[in-house]
């Protein structure tokens, strides 16, 4: 069975500091592994997906995560945080049955 | 115009009523899904249609009832809910029913945030 931890339920950053959300999955076999943002009351949106041919995955917006096997993680940085990234970041992971599995969010504060 | 549409955006509603929940996407997609969003708890997948066959029903109860009618097109209908039914209802599609890396991603609507008094 799939599951996703993600460490932190809040992050609060000042604009242009870097950002780090962390995560952790558990995945019997070789895992897909998602992170989605979700702006004040909109839709999720795919940040950025890992496939198995590069570990270090660039995303839009500036973001980028790096597939970590042996510390079964997936953080999600960003060098420079804008005041528009301030959003819920959700990290999701797919294993076999194409099912995928939602960590519980992560709200990222950005402070001018 | 945005790839997945839903409305309405808000519903409040008594247990005994009944109402619908409507979702289309305009994507071209063949997999569309329902989603429950609650507070503080994480994602949890409702419904999975691939073109138009219901393939995952997440152990949803009964006065939760969905309809495919085309591939663009799903449907969420209620009826006797329970305050704890309160969320807000995710609409999704796909380009099929693959959602890994190998597959497309989710594109999601905005919601529609229910009430139930």
């Known amino acids: 069975a799939q599951s996703v931890t993600q460490l932190d339920s809040h992050v609060s950053v000042s604009e242009g500091t870097p950002v780090l959300l962390r995560c952790n999955y558990s995945?019997?076999?070789?895992?897909?592994l998602f992170w989605y943002v979700q702006h004040p009351n909109k839709g999720l949106q795919l940040l950025l997906k890992?496939?198995?041919?590069?570990?270090l995955v660039k995303g839009i917006n500036g973001f980028e995560a790096e597939f970590k096997k042996s510390e079964t993680s997936f953080h999600l940085t960003k060098p420079s945080a804008h005041m528009s990234d301030a959003a819920e970041y959700f990290c999701?992971?797919?294993?076999?049955?194409?099912?995928?599995?939602f960590g519980a969010g992560t709200i990222l504060r950005v402070k001018s | 115009e945005t790839g997945v549409t839903q409305t309405p955006r808000h519903l409040v509603m008594g247990m005994t009523n009944k109402k619908s929940l409507k979702c289309e996407q305009h994507?071209?997609?063949?997999?569309m899904y329902w989603y429950k969003q609650s507070a503080k708890k994480p994602l949890e997948l409702m419904f999975v249609?691939?073109?138009?066959?219901?393939?995952e029903n997440n152990s949803v109860p009964s006065r939760f009832s969905p309809e495919c009618p085309n591939s663009s097109h799903l449907f969420l209908h209620l009826h006797t809910l329970q305050p704890e039914d309160s969320a807000l209802y995710l609409c999704?599609?796909?380009?099929?029913?693959?959602?890994?890396?190998?597959?497309?991603?989710?594109?999601f609507g905005e919601g529609s945030r229910l009430t139930v008094l």
């Open positions: 999704a599609s796909s380009q099929d029913g693959r959602t890994d890396a190998r597959g497309g991603e989710l594109f």
């Open positions: 995945s019997s076999y070789s895992p897909s």
């Open positions: 890992y496939t198995s041919a590069a570990t």
């Open positions: 999701v992971v797919s294993g076999r049955g194409n099912k995928l599995v």
């Open positions: 994507l071209g997609h063949n997999a």
């Open positions: 249609y691939n073109f138009k066959e219901q393939t």
